[in-house]
């Protein structure tokens, strides 16, 4: 069945759309992180939403499971198959038009495989910009992050990949497309089936283009670097920084000081923002969106750190003098990941609780973790104002990465995960559920949500062929 399968899909899609050959298929079957790796049928490469659609039905007709893909970039392991050579990988890089970028409207429309930068380039192009961006914006492409809904540094002021989808169009288990790519502001037609997709993974259809939301190009941004005794003290700093910049603020940021040190020995040419070492720093992004605003910019600045200073939630602090030294802030941010990686391997997790529980879910976490596990070293980073960090435990010195994470490293990502349920949290925050997560979610999810969840993929996909073992 499946050579008959692999020859009219060849058939299909053509020398360009179809391979099968090892070299071919070797990058696409390891996921980012080198966690998982397994083998596929095939991979395909549609050229329009035409070709994939009927490519999909031949899928259901055969039975064939599908892997989408986008950028391969994704941190949970949901674009990568399993080890039973039976799932077909489908790649939507060679659908990576931009179709639309509308000045009047403020929005973009382009397909599923257009790499995140490469929108922020057209976007520029017009004097806007599309208010999303990560580490991974070289690679990551719009549809695989729409289909984790995914998060990054502005998601304080605009919102995760969620809030910026005006319109989407899919491809669903059966072949045929969903569009609804008109942006309308209102439409009460029932459920809201382009938000049911979002965050999926894949799992229930197959985004291939979307209509998206931009912001005016930023006329002018300020960014400080704030050194502070504690996380409560960040955690006020931010709410006076939201009380004092309002609608300016873009950006803030958190990270410990072992973090800091550890860019800096990765680094070789970084240097420490503030002249001491203090327990948290805070990275702090104002933006604005007009010349008028944007004057106005660093009397702001001013103003909130004379404020913090006064009322002693700071210690030091630094307002950038110029882009490239606020460039040279972010990037001690956006390398925070590989220095950590650089020290030794960690179980990371992508977790969130409510914003105000915060600080003391981390003064919590992190002793506890680090008493129970003897060696271990919890550090947490990220985006404090979604309540949102990135808590990563280092492996102990002298421990084998791949015991280390099967035995003891396994039943830590159990203990934080307990203790983020335990504080009404998520145990993922926008790096979605993939392979990585799926039994964690199962395990601590309330019947009732998984039930619904299990009804829909069901009711969508009721062969099971769209991303099998991912999420549900």
């Known amino acids: 069945?499946?050579?008959?399968?692999?020859?009219?899909?060849?058939?299909?899609?053509?020398?360009?759309?179809?391979?099968?050959?090892?070299?071919?298929?070797?990058?696409?079957?390891?996921?980012?992180?080198?966690?998982?790796?397994?083998?596929?049928?095939?991979?395909?490469?549609?050229?329009?939403?035409?070709?994939?659609?009927?490519?999909?039905?031949?899928?259901?007709?055969?039975?064939?499971?599908?892997?989408?893909?986008?950028?391969?970039?994704?941190?949970?392991?949901?674009?990568?198959?399993f080890d039973s050579g039976h799932e077909l990988i489908i790649s939507l890089r060679r659908m990576n038009r931009i179709l639309a970028v509308d000045s009047a409207s403020r929005t973009a429309t382009c397909e599923a495989g257009v790499i995140l930068q490469v929108l922020h380039e057209a976007a520029?192009?017009?004097?806007?910009?599309?208010?999303?961006?990560?580490?991974?914006?070289?690679?990551?492409?719009?549809?695989?992050?729409?289909?984790?809904?995914?998060?990054?540094?502005?998601?304080?002021?605009?919102?995760?990949?969620?809030a910026l989808v005006l319109g989407i169009e899919a491809v669903m288990a059966d072949g045929s497309v969903l569009d609804l790519l008109a942006p309308l502001k209102k439409d009460n037609r029932g459920f809201d089936l382009k938000q049911v997709?979002?965050?999926?993974?894949?799992?229930?259809?197959?985004?291939?283009?979307?209509?998206?939301?931009?912001?005016?190009?930023?006329?002018?941004?300020?960014?400080?670097?704030?050194?502070?005794?504690?996380?409560?003290?960040?955690?006020?700093?931010?709410?006076?920084?939201?009380?004092m910049a309002e609608d300016?603020?873009?950006?803030?940021?958190?990270?410990?000081?072992?973090?800091?040190?550890?860019?800096?020995?990765?680094?070789?040419?970084?240097r420490a923002p503030l002249v001491e070492p203090h327990a948290w720093h805070a990275l702090i992004e104002l933006v604005a969106g007009d010349?008028?605003?944007?004057?106005?910019?660093?009397?702001?600045?001013?103003?909130?750190?004379?404020?913090?200073?006064?009322?002693?939630?700071?210690?030091?602090a630094t307002i950038a003098a110029s882009e490239d030294q606020a460039e040279r802030l972010w990037l001690i941010r956006e390398t925070i990941s590989p220095a950590e990686r650089a020290i030794g391997p960690a179980m990371q997790h992508d977790i969130s609780v409510p914003v105000e529980k915060m600080p003391a879910f981390v003064e919590a976490a992190v002793p506890r973790l680090e008493a129970d596990w003897p060696g271990t070293r919890a550090v947490c980073f990220g985006h404090l104002g979604d309540g949102?960090?990135?808590?990563?435990?280092?492996?102990?010195?002298g421990r084998q990465r791949t015991e280390w994470e099967a035995s003891d490293g396994k039943t830590?990502?159990?203990?934080?995960?307990?203790?983020?349920?335990?504080?009404?949290?998520?145990?993922?925050?926008?790096?979605?559920?993939?392979?990585?997560?799926?039994?964690?979610?199962?395990?601590?999810?309330?019947?009732a949500t998984l039930a619904v969840m299990r009804a829909i993929k069901q009711a969508l996909d009721p062969q099971g062929l769209l991303n099998p073992g991912k999420l549900v």
């Open 124 to 162: 520029e192009a017009k004097d806007l910009r599309f208010p999303l961006t990560l580490g991974g914006k070289g690679s990551a492409t719009i549809g695989g992050l729409i289909s984790t809904n995914a998060g990054g540094t502005q998601v304080l002021r605009h919102g995760s990949m969620r």
């Open 291 to 316: 010349a008028d605003t944007a004057a106005r910019l660093p009397e702001i600045a001013e103003n909130l750190l004379s404020t913090a200073f006064e009322r002693g939630l700071i210690a030091d």
């Open 248 to 270: 300016q603020l873009e950006g803030f940021e958190v990270l410990p000081q072992h973090s800091l040190e550890a860019v800096l020995d990765y680094l070789p040419d970084a």
């Open 412 to 447: 830590i990502s159990a203990q934080v995960h307990d203790m983020v349920a335990a504080w009404g949290g998520s145990i993922s925050a926008e790096h979605g559920i993939g392979r990585l997560k799926r039994d964690e979610l199962t395990r601590l999810s309330d019947p």
């Open 1 to 81: 069945m499946s050579d008959t399968f692999l020859k009219e899909a060849a058939r299909l899609l053509g020398p360009k759309g179809l391979t099968t050959e090892a070299t071919d298929l070797e990058p696409w079957l390891t996921d980012w992180r080198g966690r998982y790796t397994g083998k596929a049928l095939a991979l395909a490469s549609p050229a329009d939403t035409g070709e994939l659609s009927a490519l999909v039905k031949l899928c259901a007709k055969y039975g064939v499971p599908i892997v989408p893909q986008g950028g391969n970039s994704g941190m949970s392991g949901g674009a990568t198959p």
């Open 197 to 243: 997709l979002i965050g999926s993974e894949g799992t229930l259809g197959i985004v291939t283009a979307a209509t998206l939301k931009l912001a005016p190009a930023i006329a002018g941004r300020t960014v400080m670097w704030a050194g502070t005794a504690s996380l409560h003290d960040a955690r006020s700093l931010l709410l006076l920084a939201q009380d």
């Open 388 to 397: 949102n960090v990135h808590f990563h435990v280092i492996v102990p010195p």
